[in-house]
Structure formats: C-alpha cells, structure tokens
C-alpha cells in the first residue's frame, strides 16, 4: 500500500494549480493541508476534493456518486481510492492526457454533492 503525501512534484504542482482555480470560484471553498499532507478542498470543513502524492504520481480524489463512480472506474484511468472510496469518492492519477474540462465538471458535480443548497445556488445564479 502506497501512502500519499504532500504535493511537491513539478507536474503534481501544475495540478494543484489547476484545481486551486477551479474551486477558487465555488463559493465558502477553503483550501487545507491535513497532517498527512494531503491537501484538499472543502465547503463547511467537508472535503470534496483530495489532492496527494506517492511514487505513482499526483492523485486527485473527487466526491462522487456511487453511479458516476460505478461509470468512471469502467475506465483504466480512474481507480477506487483506499478507505474513502467505499464512500463514493473515485481518484485518477495525473497524466499528460488529463482532461481538464472533465475534471472541472467532475470537481463541479463533489461540490454540489457537499455544499448546502444555497451555495449551490450562488453558483447556478452566476
């Protein structure tokens, strides 16, 4: 078992940038580093985004569905993390395929699955 730890790596750092302005626009989204050194993205102190490293690379860990989950890990590219994904979060390693617009409406979709309705309005208002 691989433990992840902070992201440091140069792609890994590109990543979280990426991330960072995805969520920055979501509204009450805080960014945190937790003891491990995972950082995630959370509304109300709930994460709906992980981001760590280990020596397969960066992974981003998104809050799902259990269906958009079930959909997701029918693609090599997506796997079930250990110890959250049983409770519908799915990860993907980054890659220089990354599909961004995808991964903006997956992070989209784990925002709006732990935000409360009014924030989730603030955004559909925009």
Excluded at 18 to 42: A, K, Q, W
Excluded at 51 to 73: D, P, R, V, W, Y
Excluded at 86 to 111: D, P, R
Aim: hydrophobic fraction near 35%.
């Amino acid at each position: 078992m691989s433990v992840h730890k902070k992201v440091v790596s140069e792609s890994g750092l590109r990543m979280l940038k990426n991330v960072r302005e995805i969520c920055i626009v979501l509204p009450e989204t805080l960014e945190h580093i937790d003891g491990f050194g995972h950082t995630s993205f959370r509304v109300r102190d709930k994460p709906f985004v992980i981001m760590g490293e280990n020596e397969q690379g960066t992974s981003l860990a998104i809050k799902t569905l259990h269906e958009t989950q079930e959909i997701l890990l029918q693609e090599e590219r997506f796997f079930r993390p250990a110890y959250i994904g049983q409770h519908g979060w799915t990860a993907i390693y980054h890659s220089e395929e990354f599909n961004w617009s995808e991964m903006k409406s997956l992070i989209f979709e784990a925002y709006c699955r732990t935000a409360p309705k009014r924030l989730i309005n603030m955004v559909h208002d925009h």
